[in-house]
Nanobody
Framework: QVQLVESGGGLVQAGQSLRLSCAAS????????MGWYRQAPGKQRELVAA???????KYADSVKGRFTISRDNAKTTVYLQMNSLKPEDTAVYYC??????????????WGQGTQVIVSS
């Protein structure tokens, strides 16, 4: 399966922007869907945004119009552009990817998480 390394988290004020990146590495047959999840203290992990290998996207209602997910041409790096950040966006953001191993078995991978803190 792939290894995922996230970067770009940090501390910002409300209304500012951040861009998260997640780079996938490893030898697999394919990387299909990539996405970003987040988990705030005391809450369950939730989907923020996802993108398919065909570049179809979906977003949580809470981030629509503010966040944009995209992938590079090689389809191995996924980005999350976060604009107009709100304190309620504070969470650990996790990258997720799924696809097919060389063996033909499906896999799902998670990154280690990157902290985003939005102060009011």
């Amino acid at each position: 399966q792939v290894q995922l390394v996230e970067s770009g988290g940090g501390l910002v004020q409300a209304g500012q922007s951040l861009r998260l990146s997640c780079a996938a590495s490893g030898v697999v047959r394919s990387i299909e869907n990539m996405g970003w999840y987040r988990q705030a203290p005391g809450k369950q992990r939730e989907l923020v945004a996802a993108i398919t290998s065909g570049d179809s996207t979906k977003y949580a209602d809470s981030v629509k119009g503010r966040f944009t997910i995209s992938r590079d041409n090689a389809k191995t790096t996924v980005y999350l552009q976060m604009n107009s950040l709100k304190p309620e966006d504070t969470a650990v953001y996790y990258c997720n990817a799924d696809g097919v191993r060389i063996s033909g078995i499906l896999y799902e991978s998670w990154g280690q998480g990157t902290q985003v803190i939005v102060s009011s």
